[in-house]
């Protein structure tokens, strides 16, 4: 494969980190064969051709499917609101593209089961954008696991707080309505089940409560009853047995980008936090027990693929480099190397623990995952 | 009151602290009637003379009746394992002692509404050991709520972490049997309860689930099944409508005497922990935009009574140090001062919420608090 | 201007830095011309050939005068050692190029001097590569400062310390000679200057002590004598009176890219650590007294240009963000727009000032800077 | 020895330091003879009688020389102004009593020799007030240097700050006059060579920098110079050979209590803050290289003796209890023990350092230490 093609559907929050992806991948890695900017589509032509220029792909169009016939694309980035993805992704998997496609897979369980059926008939590879999980650290940390560093896990904490819901003066909006959703349950509840997958696998059963901090808001006609709960707490089992929980918050003040990981085994600790992306802490108890104490262990070149940014130790890395990081796994995915990454196959188990999530929480009981 | 006469019953752990806090309370405060170290009770002669020695008691015996029948003893300082606090409490206040009896009340609610009912009968001062509460800082969070600086409490997460149950090769303890409660729940869950009613008032439900990280431990005979559970994690709300969890775990490696409060309002957050116990977090949404964050609050004199300790700011106070405020709270409520400070009063509200979550973990559901 | 036309001297650590920001400017900040990746030059005809593939440049040679002789060349990134600096610099500008050197200047004033005498003649714009100053954050400290929030800056502390020289077992290498100049003072001295520069002005005097924390090293042939010094510390005034010191250590166990400031005013207080660089402390007397304390401020899309990488605050930016920052500053210079960052002309206040700490260091003394 | 008879002078600050100290030590240790109020003395008799009754004390007198010569008196707490410290030190060791004075000795070098030549003459225990020493920690610091656990140690640095001079509109105090000394050197820097003295040895030679963030405050007269440096730094060679620097500051907003150590060494790093005293940080090669980094350590019973206050980790020390060890440390002394604490033949040291960078600062270049 000497070149691959790039077609991307939207040009928001996300779809200019995939654009930047696109951008740095084959530079950063050294490794990839060639990308083709190729196409870019958006709600209009003007505004496709704006952002095209601006990120560097050849052809724009106002009509998405105008990315997905074109013979010069090979892969499709999906990164328009998740009601789209289903019909974008069937489209683009129908004509034997490989997909990229942005969280959470769909509006509702039936959608999400859909597209990984669509995924399963193309033989295609088809994966979501869960760019958390990339973080070298994270990778670094399922190694420590893996080699039993901390013991068999036995209890799991993560947090996932933002504020940008936090202000009770603002008005209604949109996302407000039901018809977008949960809330918290899928708009963050998913990274957090993202880290789980990645570092635990499975779920099998949960216990959900949301709450409403301000169950009205005001429009310009007066107030108006808030259909989403931005606080949403999950108790969990996963299939090994351990428990734990998820907490999520949209309206968490003081909170910009926190998810907090507590991962607690029977020889040791880890923790972790995106705002503070570039370190994690580790406890063992092989340490001398008169030292024993967390470690803050800074991302280095030895936490792979950290070394292919920067070649010295501490530096730091940032949001838009594990985009990056994805979309080399996405590109070996597409040659046959072994990936890390969150398919289509993967992201269903995150879907359904979603689903039995809200019916948790709407029969105030534990419900077990199918 | 010229003086203060005191016994105190055990010289362990609690034992101790009180009796350095009945040694430090009026020196650190100067505004306290003379504290009479009366009479030591422990199991037998031999251990409650030497204690009585080293804390500076004036008498000593092997029978805790003795203490107080003692005409001397004013206030009794209940510090047994908690199986023992309700014969004691019952004599004592029948005697017409004031108690300062140990956290949590009793191993069951009964005993629990028992001791609330001699309390009342006796016209006594009956107070529980919740020390955490005492920190100075505790009290301006509380000033900060009451003033509105963060607006409405909406969401409220208190974690309460330690390790001395996280080692899977030690060998199963008299502690490990049902009798001795919960486990996590009663040991533990209490005190981030004792934060609650300080704080916030009253919760009206929980939703209870609690774990074995290691269900079975060894005996000189074999394997054995361990009957506590030493994770619990309580979903729950507040009489206000707050949501809200508690989390304990004493198998939680590297954590030492974490109680991490996180509290969300309108207008700010508030975070807390106690393993740095001499600062706390304030996020504002009154600061300008651009320099909003977190603010790390030292202790200093403006946080009474750190003032009657140190005049001098971020110089730290200690765990025992806030024994020795309890201490004069209770001096301050049998002086009929405005006091803070857990009674039986507020005691059985923890001890029923404790009940309830019991039985919530039992019954798999939400259960309301009577 | 169309196009820019970059010419890349140099592919190591920097030189695939400068790439990854010439790569990224336009898609991150969607408003500069069209660059062209022109010529990539290093050692060697294969090298350069395969690095200008990786990193995307059209032409590559084995000699840097090919670079500079392009037309299609308009600016040209110099990432090669520093003893190259002069003569490359001289030869760019003298060929109607834009520079953009890495830093320092050169290895020593006179050659620096030199560097600067050319780009005054050439008029072309030249700026030296220093990009922690070009941090969002800093950018914004500097806006607090000139605002005043602080009050009149009193005080200043610089560290700077990594641990890539701290093994005493590690062999002599060719950067322990002399003729690599002083060691951490202009290795790592003239960041922390490039702040001073940044956001206080100029240092009027010095007073300069170095160490060597190991004064031999092994070789083939026995130990050998380390002629530079892995330690410095500089105690300085700049020209507001203001006192202050930098100290700077290679040898420094633990420490990865820590470049911590602290800086007290009349009114405040503010720190930064570029281990954690998305986030600084600022500490106001405008704060009610009983709730001042340092806020941890965490960046975000207030502080420009953060908003052209991430629309959502505290998802971090990442070492090479910033020079893409640098990158855009440096285009934005050519295009006549305000811009930030040190020229030639600022970087040779840097340069004197090494100087002039290198011969107090050797006289033991306080010494002008010129 | 069954009793220790206690002269306390002064009942300030410190006094009621030494006060707690007093009153604490018998019930934290419970090895030591009884401890005997016996006499204080301050000012007047009126506020000797009040303090004794609060803190406990038999007799009061408004004469110290009353207290010194009580039969009943066996060590004399010394808590006074330095400008004191030589004529009580001297009465109560001729008058055979043993000495527990504040720091620093004295305001002059000269002074201070001759407290060291009392002491001598007089046989009797001669202890300074040098409490953060004490910290557990610390000592635990000094065991893991004397093993070697971080190699030789080649680079220290240590800042102590606080904030009680940086208001500038704070009207000129007393202390702003030369008389009372230089300023932070001698009031804060005697903290930091404390460290010195206790964890490294001796200081070898001195260059000191002193500067004033207001060189003038108001009167009721108008403005008027400040005598006094707030501010001091000083580059310093250890005996060892070891380079580092001392740093204080009096004007550090935001700083409340920090004593900031970071020490460097061969094979790793330790760092400390006093402002945290409950924990400190360790660095070592010897854990695997993915996972090194700074270990965050909690003061804990291993780490005697925490154990004597509280028998769980993590819960935390005061400032108040690194007295009580101070005291427990002086008991130890009189009864012969090995003890760890400031003498004054080590205070000497500390007082001609002092004296040193005095000059240095003074003649602008460095001075050895005779």
Redesign the interface.
């Known amino acids: 494969m000497e070149t691959i093609g790039v077609g991307l559907i939207g040009s928001g929050?996300m779809g200019?980190?995939h654009?930047?992806a696109w951008?740095?991948v084959?530079?950063?890695f050294?490794d990839v064969p060639r990308i083709g900017l190729a196409h870019l589509g958006d709600a209009s032509d003007e505004l496709a051709r704006r952002k095209a220029d601006?990120?560097?792909f050849d052809r724009a169009s106002g009509d998405w499917r105008r990315v997905i016939e074109d013979p010069n694309v090979d892969v499709v980035s999906i990164t328009t609101p998740n009601k789209f993805h289903l019909e974008m992704a069937q489209a683009a998997l129908a004509a034997g593209k490989h997909v990229w496609c942005e969280k959470p897979m769909a509006p509702n369980l039936a959608d999400a089961e859909m597209m990984l059926a669509a995924a399963r008939a193309s033989g295609k590879v088809a994966v979501l954008g869960y760019n958390y999980i990339q973080n070298p650290l994270i990778r670094?940390i399922r190694r420590?696991l893996d080699e039993g560093?901390?013991?068999e896990v036995?209890?799991v904490?993560i947090?996932m707080d933002?504020d940008?819901m936090?202000?009770?003066e603002a008005p209604f909006q949109q996302r407000h309505e039901a018809a977008n959703g949960w809330g918290a349950l899928d708009d963050f509840g998913v990274h957090p089940l993202s880290f789980i997958v990645t570092l635990f696998g499975e779920v099998s059963k949960v216990?959900c409560?949301m709450?409403k901090?301000?169950p009205t808001r005001r429009t310009p006609e007066g107030d108006r009853d808030v259909e989403v709960h931005d606080?949403v707490?999950i108790?969990l089992r996963l299939n090994n047995g351990a428990?734990g929980?998820i907490?999520c918050?949209r309206?968490?003040?003081?909170?910009?980008?926190?998810i907090a990981l507590?991962i607690?085994?029977?020889?040791?600790?880890i923790t972790y936090d995106q705002?503070?992306?570039?370190?994690f802490?580790?406890?063992v108890?092989s340490?001398r027990?008169?030292?024993?104490?967390?470690?803050?262990?800074?991302s280095?070149p030895?936490?792979a693929p950290y070394d292919r940014?920067?070649?010295?130790?501490?530096?730091?890395?940032?949001?838009?480099?594990l985009k990056t990081i994805e979309c080399r796994q996405l590109i070996g995915r597409i040659l046959g190397q072994d990936s890390v990454g969150i398919t289509f196959e993967q992201g269903i188990l995150i879907e359904r623990t979603v689903a039995a999530a809200g019916a948790s929480f709407l029969e105030?009981?534990?419900v077990d995952i199918a």
Request: hydrophobic share 35%; no cysteine; proline share 5%.
């Open positions: 929050f200019k980190a654009a930047l951008n740095s084959g530079p950063v050294g601006e990120f560097g670094h420590l560093v901390i013991g036995n209890h904490r947090e933002e940008f936090a202000d009770p216990m409560d709450a901090p301000y606080l707490t108790l428990s929980f907490a918050s309206t968490a003040w003081g909170r910009k980008g926190r507590q607690f085994g029977a020889k040791g600790s705002e503070r992306m570039n370190e802490q580790l406890y108890t340490d027990e008169t030292e024993q104490g967390f470690r803050t262990i800074l280095a030895q936490h940014f920067i070649p010295a130790p501490g530096h730091g890395l940032g949001f838009n480099d105030g009981r534990w």
